[in-house]
């Protein structure tokens, strides 16, 4: 193993493909294919759970594509392959991306069929592109959804990300958190990923720091004498008695006590809540907080606050961080044409919407009331009556505006979405009836016209 090739970076990422993807590039060297060809990204279906998507990982997807190229190093480590001539790795020297790509913009609500993004390029291009898209954009998507269900639970209370330590490896653990973020979370723990993004960090104590002293009040006293406005934590040993201590503490203190909560990990959260409250109020500390973590998603936090329990933030973690309910997604990434003609699959339960496409959504009186996939030209009509979601962002290699806006835009975009769907798809329970969501006449027809000329060709081959 190559010294630096533990983490992948720019140096090393072309090689973070499939095997297969190389195999096929050298054929398409080979045989000359080098007409544009369409991909598509898209969910085949929602998971059960889920009522929407929220698209995420498109700035990623770009920067992989703008900076694609293969190394020296990358290029001596695929001379030791014997699928792979001498000809072909030196093609690969000045190998880089060229094509354009159009998008649904990061926070958007997608549904199944609708394309993520779709890749228009040379057709090796736009084939290496399929692994590195697919796990970026699935990866973001599925938590950003995730985590908009969490912030929809917790009903305009804060919710922090504490999921690092659980995630699956570290390029999860710090894309995570910006997925988290465009859906609405107020802070993450994760430290990296307040430098590479800008988000909120937080963070106070763990109950290591309370079994290290030899009595709780001394581990309150002496943290809070370096941190007075923290969080402390209070059920290392008995919850309720934990919150007398903090109440005592405040007693001690006087005038100079700013202790802003008390967070309460494990136990029967709603009682412990509750009497937490109550302890803290008749000791005069109406304005000290109570924050609940421990083994929560957008279900407990759900159930905590339909049972009145009195919590004013949630750290969710594991749940969250691996999705635990619906940790994929039936992702795909397929060529829809190539040198001008539609391209589909006939595989049962596998179909393709040929050629490149466009989404619409109809609104109603500020709602949305539907989707329409068509054809980028508009020629269904839906055009007349919907907004485009799929924007350009990416043309000739090199991004356009569209496709390096600030990771805020984002998380304004997400809530100003979220909120345009009715209400029935931002609940928790799947929704009854699903978001309609429909494919235009012209694009059927365009579909049905490349299966009459592609079961023939089946049949004579």
């Known amino acids: 193993m190559a010294d ?27 045989e000359e294919m080098f007409a544009p060809a369409v991909f598509s990204l898209f969910a085949r279906r929602l998971p059960e759970s889920r009522n929407y998507l929220l698209a995420c990982g498109l700035d990623d997807a770009l920067r992989f594509l703008e900076n694609l190229r293969f190394t020296d190093d990358a290029l001596s480590y695929l001379v030791g392959f014997d699928e792979f001539s001498d000809e072909f790795v030196g093609w690969l020297a000045d190998f880089r991306f060229t094509g354009d790509v159009d998008a649904v913009p990061e926070g958007t609500p997608i549904f199944a069929e609708e394309p993520i993004l779709e890749v228009e390029a040379p057709l090796p291009e736009g084939q290496l592109a399929e692994t590195f898209l697919m796990n970026q954009v699935h990866l973001q998507t599925v938590l950003a959804s995730k985590a908009a269900r969490v912030v929809e639970a917790a009903r305009g209370r804060p919710v922090v990300d504490f999921g690092l330590r659980r995630m699956h490896g570290a390029d999860a653990g710090l894309r995570s958190a910006r997925a988290y973020h465009v859906a609405g979370l107020a802070a993450t723990s994760n430290v990296l990923a307040g430098r590479a993004y800008g988000v909120r960090v937080t963070g106070t104590m763990a109950h290591s720091y309370v079994q290290a002293h030899d009595e709780e009040m001394e581990a309150f006293r002496s943290f809070v004498d370096l941190y007075p406005d923290t969080i402390l934590l209070v059920d290392t040993y008995d919850t309720l ?14 005038d100079d006590f700013r202790v802003r909560g008390v967070r309460l990990d494990s136990g029967d959260l709603v009682e412990l809540a509750r ?16 924050f609940a973590s421990g083994g929560l998603d957008e279900y407990e936090v759900d159930r905590l606050l339909s049972a009145g329990a009195p919590i004013d933030g949630f750290g969710v973690g594991t749940g969250m961080g691996v999705s635990r309910d619906a940790p994929s997604l039936d992702l795909a990434y397929k060529l829809t044409s190539y040198a001008g003609r539609g391209r589909l699959k006939l595989s049962p339960g596998k179909k393709i919407l040929p050629g490149r ?41 090199r991004r356009l505006p569209a496709g390096s806006e600030a990771l805020e835009a984002a998380r304004e975009r997400a809530r100003g979405e979220i909120d345009r769907l009715p209400p029935r798809l931002r609940g928790l329970e799947p929704a009854e009836p699903p978001y309609p969501v429909k494919v235009s006449r012209a694009l059927r027809e365009y579909q049905e016209d490349v299966r009459d000329e592609v079961e023939p060709a089946v049949s004579a081959g």
């Open 241 to 254: 008695n934990g919150v007398r201590k903090v109440v005592e503490l405040a007693r001690e203190l006087g």
């Open 357 to 397: 496409k466009q989404i619409f959504r109809i609104e109603e009186d500020g709602r949305a009331a539907g989707d329409v996939i068509d054809r980028a030209d508009g020629g269904g009509g839906a055009g007349e009556h919907g907004r485009p979601l799929l924007r350009p962002v990416m043309r000739g290699g």
């Open 275 to 290: 009497g937490s409250r109550r302890i803290l109020d008749e000791g005069g500390l109406e304005e000290v907080e109570i």
């Open 4 to 30: 630096g090739d533990h983490w992948v970076d720019d140096d090393n990422v072309a090689l973070l493909t499939d095997q297969y993807q190389l195999t096929m590039l050298q054929a398409y060297w080979r």
